[in-house]
Every structure is written in structure tokens, then in C-alpha cells.
């Protein structure tokens, strides 16, 4: 059974305004268009030709196209366990549930992946202090005696230092303010990726912490095709680009900056992953000619990406999306711009070309 499904974009100022109606070939609202919600999240559910897709279905996942004309914040996810204690903490405690501090919306977590449509940049993960270190003498030696960015790379002993760091510039400690000044004024000598991200995060959000904590992070610039994985505890922030985004069905995020929103610092350094990590992508489980599929360490969800004829499995419901093109899948067609809800249809045999996006949970 395949039901057609439709959704209105999220108007989030961080929107493209013309990312997504380009993607998709419909009408541009005019106004940003930052997220496409496919999925039962009551946070906006998608509808069908009868209703709600809410009222007869509740999936474990959540596919978005998302469109970051500007950077989002610094964000950072749960685990299950810390997201049942902290749901349960808050409801206890009355905080209304569309508080502006109120933390987790559910008790869920929200791992998530993104699979890159044009070229992308995200920052996610802590990176080794040797490279940050690296970026930090650039600048300096581009703006001889500049004290606080030599106080800061004092500070970056080794990769034990990426907690009290982080801490000290989230919390906006003493000496914090001159540390993003200086930064800021350095940044235009200096060539270079970071260089070009704290001119960027400066014109978004001046002052904001998160500008050096940039420098902590690992930068991934995304070719078409190439997706990440972002676990709990890992803090990330998209910077610019359009992808398909796929996540358990939560709503909890806890900001670490790059925001106006409430931040909570006690909270979210107790779900960090302090670890230093490399870039965490995410390569296909299959890899062929015309069908990917990207399987997270999770089983809330997998992506498989359809640029041909080809067979899929799937477990339980599955939502479509052909974004290129068009495909017969089971004798159903699917053109671009067509979003399709999924029941009982545990084999896909797909006919044609494009691209043909198809979430599910993993068999």
C-alpha cells in the first residue's frame, strides 16, 4: 500500500529561501524554507489525502530535507537512558513543555545522518588539539602579539584540555569576550576554511562563544553523495548546504552556542562525547551501481539512495522521496517532488532514474 504525502517546509531563519522549491519543483513561499518534514513527529506531521499520517502511523524516524542558507547552532543529542531520566526530571519538576528552557521534548534519543545534495559543510566532533593548535598559530602569526589567541593555545595542552576548554568558552569565563574578539580580527590575514567559518559565525551571531569553539571542531566539507553520521554526544552545527537528513523521532536538542535560544551548560557538558575524533562519515553497507544504503550504528533507521533499476528491503513502514526524475516501485510511480508513505510492501522492485530517496527502520 503506497499513500502520497505532503508537508509544508519549517520557516526556521536559518532557511534557504529557494533551496528546497528548487529541489523539489514546486512554489517558493517567499520566505525561508529551512526543513521538509516526512514523517509522525507531532512537531509538524506530514498529512495524506485523508488527514494526518499521525492518525494511522507512528514511525521511530524522521526524514527531513533540510537547507542551511546560514549556520544553525552548536548542537548536541542524548542517549535513550539520559533522555528518559531527563524528560522525566523536567515533567516532575512542571517545566511546561513548550518552555523556551525546557530541555527534552520526549524520551527519546535523536541520533541522526545527513546525506549531502550539494556541497555541504558541518562541523561535528572534537578534533585533536594538534590541529586546532595548527589553525590557532595561523592566525597568530598573522597578528603578531595577539594575547588572547596565545592564551588560548596555552590552555590546548593536549586532547585532556578539550572539556575545561570547551567549559570555559561556553560558559563565557573571564577572558572569553577578548578571546572571540581577537579571533575575529584575526581571521580576514589568514587563507584557510576556518578562517572563512569565524567570518561567517561572526556576522551571524557577534560575540557568540561558539565562534572559537569552532576551532575545536572538526570542519567536513561534503561532496554530493557523501553522508555523516552524528551519534549522542556528539556536537555539530550545519553550517550551509542542502541534504536529506534522517533521525530517530525526537525533538530533543541541547544548544552549545551559535544561538539565541537557552543554553543550558550543565546539562549539555554531561552529555558531550569530549573524544577527539576524526570526520564521522558514514560509508554505504551496499554500495552499487544504482542503490546505497547507508545503515547507521542504530536500528531506529536506514537510508537507501535509488538512482536506477533496483531491488530494496525494507522492515515495517518506509517514506519515499524521489527528488530527481521519476520510478515505478511495485507498479507505483513516483515522480520529483513526490513523497509516498509505505505500508506492507517489505520488498521494493524500482524501475526507472533519478533519485529516489527511501527511509525505513533496518531490517
Not at 514546486?26 to 492518525?55: I, M, Q, V
Not at 516532575?92 to 545522518?113: C, F, Q, T, W
Not at 559565525?201 to 554530493?224: K, Q, R, T, V, W
Request: proline share 8%; glycine share 10%.
Amino acid at each position: 500500500m503506497f499513500v502520497p504525502i505532503t508537508n509544508t517546509p519549517r520557516d526556521y531563519a536559518w532557511g534557504s529561501t529557494t533551496a528546497i522549491a528548487d529541489l523539489l519543483g514546486t512554489e517558493a513561499s517567499g520566505g525561508p524554507e529551512a526543513e521538509l518534514w516526512l514523517g509522525t513527529h507531532a512537531g509538524s506531521p506530514a498529512r495524506t489525502p485523508d488527514g494526518l499520517l499521525s492518525d494511522v502511523a507512528q514511525l521511530p524516524f524522521l526524514l527531513k530535507v533540510l537547507a542551511a542558507g546560514s549556520p544553525l547552532s552548536l548542537q548536541a543529542h542524548p542517549t535513550t537512558a539520559e533522555a528518559v531520566a531527563g524528560f522525566a526530571r523536567e515533567e516532575a519538576a512542571g517545566v511546561p513543555i513548550d518552555a523556551a528552557h525546557r530541555n527534552y521534548k520526549d524520551d527519546r534519543h535523536k541520533p541522526e545522518l545527513i546525506f549531502a545534495l550539494t556541497p555541504f559543510r558541518a562541523l561535528c566532533g572534537f578534533r585533536p588539539v594538534t590541529e586546532t593548535g595548527a589553525t590557532l598559530e595561523r592566525l597568530i602569526a598573522a597578528s603578531p602579539g595577539n594575547a588572547p589567541l596565545n592564551g588560548l593555545l596555552d590552555r590546548l595542552g593536549s586532547d585532556e584540555d578539550i572539556r575545561p576548554v570547551f567549559e570555559w568558552l561556553i560558559s563565557r569565563g573571564p577572558g572569553v569576550a577578548e578571546v572571540v574578539e581577537a579571533l575575529v580580527a584575526a581571521a580576514p590575514l589568514v587563507d584557510g576554511s576556518y578562517s572563512t567559518l569565524v567570518t561567517e559565525l561572526a556576522a551571524a551571531y557577534p560575540g557568540d562563544p561558539g565562534i572559537a569553539i569552532s576551532l575545536l571542531l572538526n570542519l567536513a566539507e561534503l561532496e554530493p553523495g557523501e553522508v555523516l553520521y552524528l551519534p549522542a554526544g556528539n556536537i555539530h552545527a550545519y553550517v550551509e548546504g542542502l541534504g536529506i537528513e534522517l533521525m530517530a523521532a525526537s525533538d530533543n536538542v541541547l544548544r552549545g552556542g551559535l544561538t539565541p535560544k537557552h543554553v543550558d551548560v550543565a546539562e549539555l557538558l554531561s552529555v558531550l562525547d569530549f573524544t577527539a575524533l576524526p570526520v564521522p562519515y558514514l560509508r554505504p553497507i551496499v554500495d552499487g551501481d544504482t542503490v546505497d544504503v547507508f545503515r547507521p550504528a542504530v536500528r531506529d533507521f536506514q537510508l537507501v539512495h535509488v538512482t536506477g533499476d533496483g531491488s530494496v528491503s525494507v522492515a515495517g513502514d518506509a517514506i519515499l522521496l524521489c527528488t530527481a526524475g521519476s520510478f515505478e516501485v511495485n507498479g507505483t510511480r513516483i515522480a520529483r517532488g513526490d513523497a509516498l508513505f509505505a505500508r506492507d510492501e517489505p520488498h521494493l522492485a524500482v524501475t526507472g532514474e533519478g533519485e529516489l530517496f527511501l527511509a525505513s527502520s533496518q531490517p
